[in-house]
């Protein structure tokens, strides 16, 4: 039996390999280039191009490419080989250091938001040290950055690590502040949790919508869905359990740190997640896993669904984005301590990140805003969404202190004793888990819950990132100035919990009384991307993104217009793939179910038999028909309305306010007759076989 030892991170090129394979003055000068930023110089860069290249072709690589993230959600690489012309009609093995440092791939079909011209085809892919180049499907993948030739940034990677190098200043000044000299750099983690649904392929090839927009726009409840909370932590069943093997050995060959797996509520759905590591590697990793997720479950006949909103009357797919702060010598700095009350730089931390939610609570719910994350959000299997901040009672209990000036008690931990002599004892956690939170403090880091299944973890740090770094901004100025260190500390620490404590809420997020709460304590509710996507190009937004050099403002007016375009887009493919179904397989069915009833039901009136299933059924069929019809009318009606729109902000509204709810009427009627229509007549797999056919 192969141990994991032996194969974790074997398709890397880590810094074992680099540290074997590079002579030591070159990976000294690598390695300070990854660490503290440093320049890379051309010599290192082709040493390094030599190496990497004899080490991939060892493992089988016959390929090489620029590894990069555009603003599609998904990955995108443009693959050459090694190989060179030689003389004599031969070839030989050739990788530059040019070639490792910087691609050129046509820019011209990826999104960029009127960033450049049709015409202006040019980009530059840009290597990127500080994460490791891999090797799938015997290419050498070196990850890279991805910006236009005019160099806007049109990739995620870009404006991530600036977030993460506007972080890294601010963080540095703080903690000159109290004494450390000694930390070069300050970064951010992150690990996402990741959930997922499982279907058979054989199924998923009958369904046209999973195809087309990886979510049922039709389908019926099926009898049995999570109400026995059966599915959870559940037995995992041997299918599921030998697509969980091989996708965590793939996952380990490219060294990412896959940890936990499980069944989660809905029947199907499940959840991996890792350790989590520095978030430009976890966003690399999570974007691979997603891809291998895909990859090794079409091996096992099987499809992996990451929409988050699958099927209707069952939970969504969600990933958690576990979030801290930690310096490159091991501080952790969002880590209480024994004694958080007497931690003044966990506490100046701490109230940083709450401040940084309260004033860009609207960033942050832009960070998470999809299509498919709309129908997910609100409802009682993810965090509402009006953004709020779970602290849990003792860390609330020790800000409250600091504002009133008044001593803090401990209130201590209490034994847990379960009542049988053979169980162990321990203590309990001083404060509980609140999973109706958008945003918790979870220990020693915060848990960002609002994202969705597909979405890249990119985009949320970013915003997180770039403004806590604002708070920290903000509180340096002040305490770099002051007479008294201690006495302006206790003052910025005041003045923040004062000004930001809203934010704070430990109760039930999904309760109705905590929405009118949120709207008296004055915190935004963005419950759709039209809602919210607007928000990106208010001032105080702009302002604080430039100014930390995350965005110019033409990256974030481009931005604007490529989410809202991707909402617009999906909903409208969504909307066009209900009226092909509707009209070429539902109604069809539905119509010779019919038919075929009031046939038998005449048969049966003239032979003197019942035929009260017949009449009524029919009936209530024919009335579903006309139903059907008059919703694919009033649908495609809607849809021609929304793209007459004069703007791409105004066809976003349109398609929320009349295109979603003419596409809900029209399944509502086709839903119920499903419910109607004879098993051997309807078209589609059911809800039941999607569900509980793996």
Known sequence: MKKISDYFGCMVFNDSVMRERLAPDVYEKLKKTIDEGARLDSNVASAVAEAMKEWAIELGATHFTHWFQPLTGITAEKHDSFIAAAPGGRVIMEFSGKELIKGEPDASSFPSGGLRATFEARGYTAWDPTSYAFIKDNTLCIPTAFCSFGGEALDKKTPLLRSMEALNVQALRILRLFGNTTSKYVHSSS?????????????????????????????????????????????????????????????????????????????????????????????????????????????????????????????????????????????????????????????????????????YQDLLRVSVATAGNDHRLGSHEAPPAIISVFLGNELTSILESIENDAPYSAAGRREMAFGVPTLPAFFSDTTDRNRTSPFAFTGNKFEFRMLGSSNSIACANIMLNAAVAESLRQYADRLEKAQDFNAELHAVLKEAIIAHKRIIFNGNGYSEEWVAEAKRRGLSNLPTTPDCLPKMLDPKNVAMLTSHKVFTEMEIRSRYEILLGNYVNIVGIEAATMLDMAQRDILPAVSGFSSELAERALIKAQTGIDNAYEQKTASELSKLETAILDGIVKLREAYEFASGAPDITEHSIRIRNCVLPAMSALRAAADKAETLTDNRRWPLPTYAQLMFGV
């Open 191 to 359: 690990g996402a949790e990741q959930e997922y649904f499982l279907i058979d392929r054989r199924l998923y090839n009958k369904r046209p919508d999973l195809k087309f927009t990886g979510r049922t726009l039709f389908g019926a409840k099926a009898p049995k869905g999570q109400e026995l909370n059966d599915h959870y932590f559940g037995a995992i069943k041997p299918r599921v359990a030998a697509y969980m093997a091989e996708l965590d050995e793939e996952l380990w060959k490219l060294g990412v740190l896959a940890k936990t797996e499980h069944n989660e509520v809905a029947p199907g759905q499940h959840e991996l997640a890792p350790i989590y590591s520095t978030t430009n590697i976890a966003t690399d990793h999570n974007q691979l896993t997603m891809e291998v997720m895909q990859n090794v479950a079409a091996r096992h006949d099987l499809v992996c669904l990451l929409h988050e909103k699958p099927f209707e009357g069952v939970n969504g797919s969600g990933k958690h984005n576990n979030w801290s702060i930690d310096t490159d010598d091991g501080i952790h700095l969002l880590k209480p301590g024994a004694s958080p009350h007497d931690n003044a730089q966990f506490l100046l931390f701490l109230v940083a990140v709450i401040q940084a939610v309260d004033d």
